[in-house]
């Protein structure tokens, strides 16, 4: 039986969003990723016009969700509806990483994560054979007390691979704040994760994109 692999996106239509959809949909297509997709889907918030305007620019892609405000949240709740109707295999989750704080520092950050997690798919999808989750930047508290909560542990940047049937282990996810999206994907104390890209956010971190 093949294994079916997935791609959810978040899109915020109503920010800075193209550049961030444009290195998304390059990784994909020149990571010959998009051959092997089961499922393209779109989460969008957003005015109707910006949301439009996205549905043009990405048309291989459906929309599984839209809302006209929210978050991360949106598109990660439509992910987790999905896992619990029984799907099985693998799913990349990322978001237009830029398009709400639109500068050099959160494009470096966003093209290394798209490197590192998406163009490099072929090594990265094997490791989900003995993890729940894949990503960059894996951030605890234990780590960096002085800038990450008690109890907190998330991939910054929220990039990722994750096996479905983890997800389907996740509880609802909370509305909160924004930054409550972050931590969903480890709120189950069992998870397994691998940091592809140890350490905090830095320039000196990021992966070359050039």
């Not at 305007?53 to 598109?75: D, F, H, K, L, N």
Request: glycine share 8%.
């Amino acid at each position: 039986m093949t294994t079916e692999f997935n791609a959810f996106f978040h899109v915020w239509a109503d920010g800075a969003w193209e550049q961030p959809v444009a290195d998304f949909l390059k990784s994909v297509s020149d990571s010959g990723l998009n051959g092997y997709l089961t499922g393209r889907f779109i989460g969008l918030v957003g005015t109707l016009e910006n949301r439009k305007a996205v549905m043009e620019a990405m048309p291989r892609w459906t929309v599984i969700t839209m809302e006209t405000e929210g978050y991360t949240q949106v598109t990660l709740s439509a992910l987790r509806d999905f896992a619990r109707r029984g799907h099985a295999g693998y799913v990349l989750y990322a978001h237009s990483k830029g398009a709400m704080n639109n500068n050099p520092f959160n494009d470096a950050w966003r093209r290394s994560m798209f490197r590192r997690v998406i163009e490099d798919w072929r090594t990265v999808v094997p490791l989900l054979k003995d993890h729940d989750a894949v990503g960059c930047h894996w951030l605890t508290h234990e780590t960096f007390p002085n800038m990450i909560q008690p109890g907190r542990r998330f991939f910054g940047g929220e990039v990722y691979w994750a096996r479905l049937d983890y997800i389907r282990t996740l509880p609802p996810l909370s509305n909160e704040t924004r930054w409550h999206s972050e931590s969903w994907i480890a709120e189950n104390p069992e998870m397994r994760y691998m940091d592809l890209l140890p350490g905090w956010p830095a320039e000196n971190l990021f992966m070359e994109t050039v």
